[in-house]
């Protein structure tokens, strides 16, 4: 959802730019331009440039279905290399020493397993094997399942994170509501799994999530996101 909403925003900046002209009637000249006045005027970071590229060419390439004739002519920044910053193993303690509750739950686990921090916070209850000692991440980047190591050091917490969660999951239920987002065509294969408790997320939010009932402009309250 982050990288639809940022592509649509990096297009609609590039037809601005361009006096509203139809992408159609442009190609790599414009792009060319427009990524130009972005690294020049706009002093954005190679990453930031390299995104707006891959942007207009999604649009061009799947959008418009019209993909450009010589796409490495279009200007490409460079990404500078730096080492990384790493923490010592008395800073990360003094960090997460300073944290409470779930976000240091969250965060040991982080550093523990290697996850990122959305592939924590999307993480279903199903996808943490305590018999396997181990966590499914299901769809990371670039849309891959992976496995990465369970932490000892959390087993106790997360358990009883779960418990909780449980709880506040029987009584969602028990109020009409418990229903969870499920991924692509899931939720037409198994119409009852949006309720179950496997399929819940491991770290749900304090509050309810109101969305858009599908066609309708009612609002749903569903299970914390």
């Given at each position: 959802?982050?990288?639809?909403?940022?592509?649509?925003?990096?297009?609609?900046?590039?037809?601005?730019?361009h006096?509203?002209?139809?992408?159609?009637?442009?190609?790599?000249?414009?792009?060319?331009?427009?990524?130009?006045?972005?690294?020049?005027?706009?002093?954005?970071?190679?990453?930031?440039?390299?995104?707006?590229?891959?942007?207009?060419?999604?649009?061009?390439?799947?959008?418009?279905?019209?993909?450009?004739?010589?796409?490495?002519?279009?200007?490409?920044?460079?990404?500078?290399?730096?080492?990384?910053v790493?923490?010592?193993r008395?800073?990360?303690?003094?960090?997460?020493?300073?944290?409470?509750?779930?976000?240091?739950?969250?965060?040991?686990?982080?550093?523990?397993?290697?996850?990122?921090?959305?592939?924590?916070?999307?993480?279903?209850?199903?996808?943490?094997?305590?018999?396997?000692?181990?966590?499914?991440?299901?769809?990371?980047?670039?849309?891959?399942?992976?496995?990465?190591?369970?932490?000892?050091?959390?087993?106790?917490?997360?358990?009883?994170?779960?418990?909780?969660?449980?709880?506040?999951?029987?009584?969602?239920?028990?109020?009409?509501?418990?229903?969870?987002f499920?991924?692509?065509?899931?939720?037409?294969?198994?119409?009852?799994?949006?309720?179950?408790?496997?399929?819940?997320?491991?770290?749900?939010?304090?509050?309810?999530?109101?969305?858009?009932?599908?066609?309708?402009?009612?609002?749903?309250?569903?299970?914390?996101?």
């Amino acid at each position: 959802m982050r990288t639809e909403e940022a592509y649509v925003a990096w297009i609609r900046r590039f037809i601005l730019f361009h006096g509203k002209r139809h992408p159609a009637e442009m190609g790599e000249k414009e792009i060319n331009a427009f990524l130009t006045d972005l690294a020049v005027y706009g002093r954005v970071s190679a990453s930031t440039q390299n995104q707006a590229l891959a942007a207009l060419l999604f649009l061009y390439r799947h959008v418009l279905d019209k993909p450009l004739l010589a796409p490495e002519s279009v200007l490409r920044a460079k990404r500078p290399r730096r080492l990384p910053v790493v923490l010592t193993r008395a800073e990360v303690r003094a960090v997460i020493g300073r944290m409470e509750g779930t976000p240091r739950l969250v965060a040991t686990l982080l550093y523990g397993s290697g996850m990122r921090l959305l592939e924590c916070l999307r993480l279903r209850v199903k996808d943490v094997e305590f018999g396997s000692n181990r966590i499914v991440v299901r769809d990371a980047k670039g849309q891959r399942d992976r496995v990465v190591p369970f932490p000892m050091i959390v087993r106790v917490a997360v358990a009883s994170c779960l418990s909780r969660g449980k709880r506040v999951h029987q009584k969602d239920l028990a109020g009409g509501f418990g229903s969870v987002f499920l991924p692509e065509a899931l939720s037409r294969k198994y119409p009852r799994a949006d309720r179950e408790w496997g399929w819940q997320w491991a770290f749900p939010a304090e509050n309810r999530s109101a969305t858009l009932a599908p066609k309708s402009s009612a609002v749903t309250i569903c299970t914390r996101p």
